[in-house]
DNA sequence: CTGAAAAAATGATTATCGTCACTTTTTCAG
DNA sequence: CTGAAAAAGTGACGATAATCATTTTTTCAG
């Protein structure tokens, strides 16, 4: 079955010609003259590909990327973005708002197709990769009945790239399903009246995001956002519903994780309270030390995502750091930390 | 069928002249002359009552109580102690411990027998209660069959009432259970490895205390304490495994006491981290006015007890109720308080 | 009702950490 | 490799809230 291309472009003469091009190689194509029914098409049709001028009357690319976003089914398909030379400065906020190519206007025919053609088989590659990763999902496994229906489920479902410091969900966004995280990093955030974060959570592979939201029936408490370029499943919550009702022991997989969640939030609760920034900060080592496995190895985090992480002005973060440094407890260049001592950082009484 | 009496004293005279009295009163006795022999007893053949001396040599009065409370089923039993005067002074350590009455040495017959009367008269009274007020447990009532069945077990269960500031269990304590916390009020804590606390909720009636150590399958993570003189019943463990594994609705309904539960944990995580002390003892003032419903009512809590809530020092409590207080806030005398200006108090800025 | 003990309040002092302003280093596109 | 922008680090300063010491008020058994 050929693919379907959906081309969103106001300019009539180019976007003729580039649907004279797709559909003689064989695509099958779809074109809007502006954002609106772009978008439209994109929800109905859920095409493979989306290209997308950004300059456009009314809805602009961005915002095309951005109502995208909005729907589950479309924000997974791979999305490339048309550009003229002069619009090329503010191309960084569209890749990070989750699209996956560009294209510098004017591009020849092989440009484009070249264009498609990769990111098609990215998308393929990943899909596969995905499916092979989840064999490594120790957490959910065994021979029972439901884990392996949830597993069946995780497994059709399509999987979706998120860009670093793309945001995955917002706080108070409705919450439409959990996710699964297959692999990178992420991070959820809750912001203060005043601006200023705190992290509430920080992920790596094979864990779910937004679980409470979704078993609570209500919106997300936190904001989501990778860390690093990240792969991530939607599990709806309707299926994750069903699955629970019919099978208890995945709904006693997910109370154990939310049991556990509140003892780590209770922990970091006492912490917040009653610690110095010094032991705070040293905690945090020692978590993103765990989260990174290997000792020794150095990892990259802000001084901005570690002061959100232990509740924390930043300077105060870079000062306790150069302490820390000083003391041989860890060594540090830019942003790059590795931990030296783990031992005394995790028993440092004040 | 007769009641069972228990009595403990190391003192041979007055221990038989105790069993001749209880057996002409129609009650099967058991007799210890000393606290280990006791303990053994009162756990194997569960009695109606226990009576115990205090001094005793190797296990004394309080050891026993201490014994007995870690066994959920002799926990429950009504405990008389009996006293010479000069052991009066530490009596109010055996009342908190859970003590229900004490007698002074010497007594006669009457007197005796009236205490054991009326404890167990207080107890089928408060078993009673127990039974009727669970009509009133919305939380988990529905046409369900699995809700019906929980509430049945529920109800079988025998309740036991804590006094104010008697624990229910111990940080690290292994989880043998949930409580339900029936009427009263209870505060679990956190403590700080300098002897701080931390508190980490706040709970009235038709509350489940120990939730998460119990579903996680983990030691309790926090202390559980009786604020005022409260009625609890213990849903055992494997009671509570298999209901959640027969019936998927009470699985659900734990999902979403757990996923409120962590909602709530990470709203308190972001005060404790971002806001100023007026602002925190603000909210704590909030939720403790949404816990004892009705407003413009007084209420009395300590500033120990506030100053855990609200991660904070005593003196810092006092100055800033005395600030709220000079604003209107808040009205309080002693330790009882009582809340204004509830909506000025929830939108505090800073 | 009374007095001792506990709890609460207040005052004085100080340490911690956030803020602001500025410098230095790192990062990254071209 | 280069230079501009972003991130990190540093210094000075001050506000907030903890601590310690003491006084006042409340509680509660007798």
Not at 81 to 109: H, I, N
Request: charged share 30%.
């Amino acid at each position: 079955m050929s693919k379907k291309v959906l081309i969103i472009e106001d300019n009539n003469e180019i976007r003729e010609n580039i649907v004279e091009i797709l559909e003689l190689a064989g695509y099958e194509v779809f074109a809007a003259n502006n954002g609106k029914v772009g978008v439209d098409l994109a929800v109905k049709n859920l095409p493979d590909i989306i290209l997308c001028d950004i300059m456009m009357p009314e809805l602009d690319g961005y915002g095309v990327l951005y109502m995208l976003n909005k729907s589950p089914e479309a924000a997974a398909i791979p999305f490339i973005f048309l550009t003229a030379k002069a619009e090329r400065v503010d191309l960084r906020k569209g890749m990070e708002m989750g699209a996956d190519d560009y294209l510098t206007k004017p591009f020849d025919d092989m440009e484009l197709l070249n264009a498609i053609e990769s990111r098609l088989k990215k998308k393929e590659a990943q899909q596969a990769f995905y499916s092979k990763s989840l064999d490594n999902l120790n957490t959910l496994i065994s021979k029972n009945d439901g884990l392996v229906e949830l597993k069946k489920i995780i497994q059709e479902r399509k999987v979706r790239q998120f860009k670093k410091n793309q945001v995955i969900y917002y706080e108070g966004d409705k919450g439409n399903g959990l996710y699964l995280l297959i692999n990178g990093s992420v991070k959820t955030i809750k912001l203060a009246e005043d601006g200023r974060e705190l992290m509430t959570g920080i992920f790596g592979p094979d864990s779910y995001l937004g679980i409470n939201a979704t078993l609570a029936n209500e919106d997300y408490t936190d904001t989501a956002t990778a860390l690093e370029d990240s792969l991530l499943c939607l599990i709806p919550k309707d299926q994750l519903e069903q699955l629970l009702n019919m099978y208890p022991v995945v709904a006693r997989e997910f109370i154990k994780l939310l049991s556990n969640d509140i003892r780590e939030k209770e922990e970091q609760l006492l912490q917040l309270a009653y610690h110095s920034v010094r032991k705070r900060m040293a905690e945090a080592m020692v978590r993103l030390s765990r989260q990174h496995a290997t000792e020794g190895e150095a990892f990259k985090i802000s001084r901005e995502d570690l002061a959100a992480m232990a509740g924390m002005a930043t300077e105060t973060v870079s000062r306790t750091l150069s302490d820390f440094k000083d003391e041989g407890l860890i060594d540090k260049k830019g942003s790059a930390i590795t931990i030296l001592d783990i031992n005394r950082l995790a028993k440092m009484k004040n």
